[in-house]
């Protein structure tokens, strides 16, 4: 898919848009969609929080469950 990015000066991504035209299969109408996306937030972020091992689980044993 063709996609136009927008840079600033600090080399960041500001936006990002694309448009999209299908046309599903045995039909006259086509579909488009347009998709812009602006980023404006940029700086440091918090660390995650990890949660405490009770919260945790396997998932070996998560699959083992649903028989995978």
Do not use: H, K
């Not at 600033?8 to 035209?21: E, G, H, I, P, S």
């Amino acid at each position: 898919l063709p996609v136009r990015v927008w840079i600033d000066d600090d080399d960041l991504v500001r936006q990002l848009a694309l448009d999209y035209t299908a046309r599903p299969q045995g039909s006259a109408q086509a579909i488009t969609t347009a998709l812009t996306l602006d980023f404006t937030a940029y700086g440091p972020q918090a660390p995650p929080t990890l949660p405490a091992a009770s919260q945790t689980g396997s998932l070996t044993t998560v699959l083992g469950q649903l028989g995978i």
